[in-house]
Structure formats: C-alpha cells, structure tokens
C-alpha cells in the first residue's frame, strides 16, 4: 500500500484531526485550506462562494463531477452537469477569476455535451463477475478493476474476424487481461495481440506502481522498460507480439521505428497511447483501412480522463463511423466501427 503521511492540525485551538497526504504541497495546501475551514465554522471569517479561493474549490469540485460523469455517463446526470458547468462559468466571471484554460475548458466540455446525443442503447454491464488471475493482478496498472474484467471479458466473447491490437500496453495489465479472455474462449482459433509501446520509461509512472521490485530499479527518465513487461507478461508470451515504436505526428524525433501495421484484419483495437487530436489521427489513419465494418471494435482507454478533451472530440466528430457500444465504469470507452456513408459511395459498394 502506499505510505501516506499523517500531520497534525494546523490550530491546536480548532483541533481539527489528522489529514493524510502524501507530498510537502499536498500537506501546505491541506493545512492552509483546513485553517480557513475552521475560521468559518468558528466565525471568524464570513464563507463568500464568490472569492477567488473558493471560486477554485468549487472548480475542483466541478472538474470532479465531470470527471465522475464521463466515467459512467449515465444519461440523467447530463442535464444538470450543464446546468452547474453554466452557473460556474457565471460565478467566474462575477468574482473575476479571468482564467482562460479554466474557461475554454469547461466551454469545450459544456458544447461535446451539448453537441453529443445520448446512446440509449451502451452495454454497461455483463463483465462485472470476470475474475483475473494472481499473475494479471500483480501487474502495476493504471485500470480500475472494472475495466480489467471488462477487457478480460471483451477478448473472451468476441467472435469476429483479426487479431487484436494493444496501443500503449505499458506494464502490461491489459494484456493479460485480454489474453486471459482469449484464453477462456471455446473457440479461439489464431489470434494474436500485437502490443505497441515506446517502451520509455517517464517519471510520472511512479505513482502508479507499487511493485517492490520495479520501484527497487529506481529506472529514471529516458530508460527502457521493456525487460520488466516481458517479466510480468511472461505467462502469456505465447499470444503476445510486441512492437516497440512511437507514433509518428512528426512533433519529436525518436530512435525508435514509428509505428505501422501490416498484419491484415483487426477485430480489436485498444488505443491508449496518447489524449491528443495528432496521435488519435495517425493512429487512425495507420490502422482503419483493416478495421472491419460492424464488427471491429475500438476502445479509448482514455476517453473518460480530464486531459482527453481532444479524444472525445474526435470520437464525437467520427459520429458517422464510431457507434457507442460498451461503457465499463472508468475512463474507457467501446465503439463498434462501421464504414461511413460518404465512404460507402467512394467505393462503390
């Protein structure tokens, strides 16, 4: 488990307890907003919803509610997130918190609502009762327990035709996962689950490990990890192809062979690579001409995420060939792919 540190209340006189945290700015932070709790509760200090402080609570709360609606999206919850998205961008404005990310932010978030119509029929149960092994559940991951079983389940139960395909597997959590489904089905046939990552390991992946041995390697910025996903896939190698490279939008210049497919039909797509608009469209444009139309499913690991603006945008804008299909609880997503209209008339078809 993590270690958290436990540090006294600021004012002996309030007495306010313990608060967990976990980093010196988290603890500044905890004491100063605590501190002004307290001179509330006791009156010495009026509570104005107006003040820039407060102001940036209640955005930190509003950037939750949308962070909780986008992972489950249930249908009743979208009328009032606009409706506290508007009054919030009015409450800015009043106490002249001038921000212009904030604000084009919770615009952009309040005109894909607005613009994205409601999929009555997403599946957003069926893979609740999936079990993983000892072996998939000590992979470090960044997936919630849901989405594990639901690719573990989606990998299980789909029949059409082509391989999967992994795009950001990291650790590789979702790999077992998927293999583990694979595994289990009555008829499995050839499938394979090409795995694509930089393989580079970044400081921010700390936080999402608590694995005695990776954190041991003390790996730093720039190193290759590859040799520790080969440990943890180790059970599964037998179905797993991997492929280390990087997705080629042209803005860094990398080492590393840019990423391409040439293995035929794709049943599966996981895309998890990266949250901006230049590798969603390479991406694309890499490995639709093997999608299969009505059967190939895609999933934006990260649709969900508070930085993914841009994913959900483009999904929104591939409306006429991207149908909403599955919805785990967490930030993943599933569209089944279809062949747009447009696209049908160019090909005669």
Known sequence: MKQHSEIEGVAATTNPGTIAASSPREIELANHLCQQIHDVISGRRFFDKYSVDAMCMRILLMIGAIQGYFREERPDDKAALIENLRDILEGMEECKLYDPEIRSFFLETVRYLETTPLCG????????????????????????KETQGYYKWLARTFEGPGDIVELGCWMGSTTACLAEGLSQKLWRGRRTIHVYDSFIWRDWMKIYTEDAELLAANM?????????????????????????????????????????????????????????????????????????????????????????????????????????LHKPCGSAKA??????????????R
């Open 121 to 144: 029929s997403l599946q957003r149960f069926g893979w609740n009762g999936e079990e993983l092994s000892e072996a998939a559940l000590r992979i470090p991951t960044m997936l919630c």
């Open 220 to 324: 730093c910025e720039g190193d290759s990890f590859l040799d520790y996903f080969w440990s943890y896939a180790k059970p599964y190698r037998d179905v797993i192809e991997v492929h280390q490279s990087v997705v080629p939008t042209g803005r860094e210049q990398s080492a590393l062979q840019s990423l391409e497919w040439r293995a035929g039909q794709i049943g599966i797509l996981v895309m998890d690579l990266a949250d901006d608009r230049a590798s969603n469209e390479a991406v694309w444009r890499i490995f639709s001409p093997s999608f299969q139309s009505g059967c190939t499913i895609i999933v934006f690991n990260q649709f969900g995420n508070i930085p993914a603006g841009e994913v959900r945008e483009f999904c929104r804008e591939k409306n006429l060939e991207l149908v909403p």
């Open 335 to 348: 569209f089944r792919y279809q062949t747009a209209a447009n696209d049908i008339g160019k090909s005669g």
